[in-house]
């Protein structure tokens, strides 16, 4: 089990750390996200998103997004001023999948729930992140937060034990956990959400998941308001998915899966009948509605749900309730379909709302909120993150809307574990793949998302034209490269190379057995496979099919990893059988060389790379790194030999070479990347805490200076689907005087 500490809920200060990409928001198709756009007094003025990821937090800056960066940065910004990407803390502390996570009203804590039950207090003013309280609250997974106006209480509900005793609500103490009361419970010991008062008399109200049903109450010690279940029965079935106050506290505001907005008295927390209008508007969405959220004036209100739009509803006062009515819808899941430019199915899709539309897999809009006030942003269920424009004549007074994008701008990147890394330095840009079998195009310099790639191959059966999930491999993906004319190559445990161009992924070539690895050279390409051995010889002209080999080249022993010479002449294989078989390319197959790579490793090879002169191999298994002198391949002897480099505790999955080969870096799956200089062997750099999970790949990149200082940053991408930047210049200046 992972063990948790202040040492390691964030990444050190001490690390070169520059940029730093965040995974997107989990999601669950037809389950609601709980995300929060209101982040406290001392965020305020900046536009600001947390959300669950995993078993990680995201606090997440969108001003870079929303203004640009130029804006932000006066035209190119002072180095350091502002990282680069995006802006972006990642809290590690929970060890189970984060459920939900909330803001205090004064922004210096959040608090975090997860499918165990458990909560975390934690500080976010704090350098440290020290954790304030963790306790276990409910029996089941939390499925929302909500702090008073004070920031002294929790109200935390979820999932309870169908018998016993244990409740589905609780209200605590935020520093000690103790019990402020007790709330009542839901149909089957179920509630889906809650909110506090923010204002004097507190009041706290909470939704069911099974019972479409509100529970009011008062206090504190709190406790259900008597004789108010006619007005908790509002809605006609079904769960309830929100309930939000408004900002001065008049107001409630509660939707689900009937599709209506019920709005209650925020003090008396009283709702006329049905019948009379008062209180009741149906129909916003064509199904359920997911999510709420008030704007800064509480003039309007955001909704977004399965039919995959937002709607943004001008809510009137009290005496004419009735009135209120939706002012603009946006269709995002219809954007995300014109994104896609997938002109084929594109003009074959209705309104997505409309009788006649169907909502594409993926465009389901599962959470939203304002930010900053007035920015309204919604989660799709593929996890992008759509930071949506206001529409002209809309909060006309509000500083969002002088600043809102002129379109929806999508933010993409991985909701799962990145399991690969291919940078294409010709064009500026690398790639990410992940276990879901999507793949994630970046731009190299600002290292900014610039879209998923699709696939467009029609003669795969399992290709869903009317998907917005964005798949292109049906299986994790285990390597990509690129190609010599800027093609990407990827391969995936649905037992196919795809060749992906400007953002799709247009063809496929069937595999004989499952792949595991891919490497290339010059032109030539080569796949580990579970049979053995495959050669991919691209034809050198632009644009020209590849052609693989025939038959397939098996081995007596199991590969593991490989890598390739510049020249395409040598093929290097690491083994099960601890050794590293040499190989040379002849005529497109491979002739084995007999010359094995032996007696040094106690354990099978996890991991090589040659130098970028060639003329050095490093190799990894899961303790030790080796460094070979390869320059004569007749005699090839230890530079470094093994239990020198012997820092990791796992496996090491990943080796880079600075540009100028002078330094090597080491990932491994104990979440540590290393650092060593064959000139200097006695010294290393330890970035412990790199990724949570695992360091995945590594790659360095080029030295972008034109003068004669040095230049060392590096890529790493991990099990935390986090994607990081890292500027190791000084450290190795420090450490090995280079």
Known sequence: ??????????????????????????????????????????????????????????????????????????????????????????????????????????????????????????????????????????????????????????????????SGTDPCSRVIQWDTGVNVGELSKHGRNRASTCDFRPCRPMRIITGGTDDASCFFHKGPPFARIPGGLSDATMHERGAIHCVRYSNSGDRIASVGTDGSIVFYKGNTMEAASAGSGYGLIKNIHASTIYACAWNSTDEFILTCGADGTVTLVKVFNENDMEKSVVVHKWDVAKQMMDKNEKSPITKDINNSSGPNGKVPVGGMQLGCDFLDGDIPVTICVNGEIAILPLPDGILPSSKAAKDSLPQTKFLSGHQSPVSSLAIDYANGIFYTSDSDGIICAWDLASGSATGRIHSIDNSDKNNSTNDLMNKVHYGAITGMVTSHDGNLLSIGWDDRLRLSTDFTSYTSLPLPSQPNGIARGKYLVAILTVGGIILIQPNKDEGASHSISDPIQITEYDPICLCISKDDSKVYVGGNDNNIHIYTVTDNTLQKDTQILSGVHLQPISSLELSHDGTKLASADIRDVCIWDVTDTNEITTIVNRSRWCFHRRKIVSLAWTWDDAVLASGGSDDSIFFWCPTKKMKRIHYDFAHRGGVTALKFLPDKDTGNEKKYLLLSVGNDACINRWDITKDVARIFGL
């Not at 520059?18 to 001392?42: A, M, V």
């Not at 458990?118 to 909500?146: E, F, M």
């Open 1 to 162: 089990p992972i063990e948790v500490d202040a040492s390691n809920a964030c990444i050190p200060e001490t690390h070169g750390l520059i940029g730093l990409t965040p995974p997107l928001p989990s999601t669950t198709r037809g389950e609601p996200i709980k995300i929060d756009g209101k982040c406290g007094r001392i965020n305020t003025g900046r536009p600001v998103l947390v959300y669950p990821s995993g078993r990680l937090v995201v606090v997440r800056e969108l001003g870079i997004d929303i203004l640009g960066r130029d804006s932000l940065c006066g035209g190119g910004g002072a180095d350091g001023e502002l990282p680069l990407g995006v802006k972006a803390f990642v809290y590690r502390g929970h060890t189970a999948q984060v459920t939900c996570v909330k803001f205090s009203p004064s922004g210096s804590y959040v608090a975090s729930g997860d499918i165990r039950g458990n909560v975390r207090v934690w500080a976010y003013d704090n350098p440290a992140h020290l954790c304030k309280l963790q306790t276990p609250v409910l029996a089941g997974p939390i499925r929302d937060i909500s702090w008073d106006f004070e920031s002294k209480r929790l109200c935390v509900v979820g999932e309870g034990p169908k």
